[in-house]
């Protein structure tokens, strides 16, 4: 296979540089539209595939807030076979599917959810 010529190169150095703009500009704008959603509290009605009944769903929640100018989201869910999970991630817009809770039902949630790792960790510490 041939080397590129001078002018691919000057080409594709043209091309690395609109594409560096390019994802700067993008993730202006993202992080733009992220600063409107912070603070605000989301659930999601979560499953694994092919769910077969109502019992085989829960809910997930997130709230959104800022940290040294990154937008981050608090998340949690106790899973139909009761795994808990808490997380912490980076850039995450709500998505189809996520609908808008009030902070007194987020932190409901939130509370329920210590309980039952609580009683997790009680039932586990009785052995």
């Not at 010529?5 to 992220?34: G, H, Y």
């Not at 991630?89 to 998505?95: A, K, L, R, Y």
Request: hydrophobic share 35%.
């Amino acid at each position: 296979m041939s080397k590129p010529t001078k002018a691919e190169k000057s080409l594709l150095a043209q091309l690395d540089k609109i594409r560096t703009k390019a994802r700067a500009l993008q993730e202006k704008r993202e992080t733009k539209e992220l600063q409107t959603l912070v603070g605000t509290h989301w659930r999601f009605w979560s499953s694994y595939s092919c769910p077969e009944s109502e019992t085989d769903y829960w809910w997930t929640y997130k709230k959104l807030y800022k940290s040294d100018r990154m937008v981050f989201c608090f998340e949690f869910q106790v899973d139909k076979d009761g795994k808990a999970t808490v997380e912490k991630t980076i850039g995450c817009t709500p998505s189809a599917g996520w609908k808008p809770i009030s902070s007194n039902q987020f932190w409901d949630a939130w509370d329920a959810t210590k309980n039952r790792i609580s009683q997790m960790a009680a039932e586990a510490s009785k052995v």
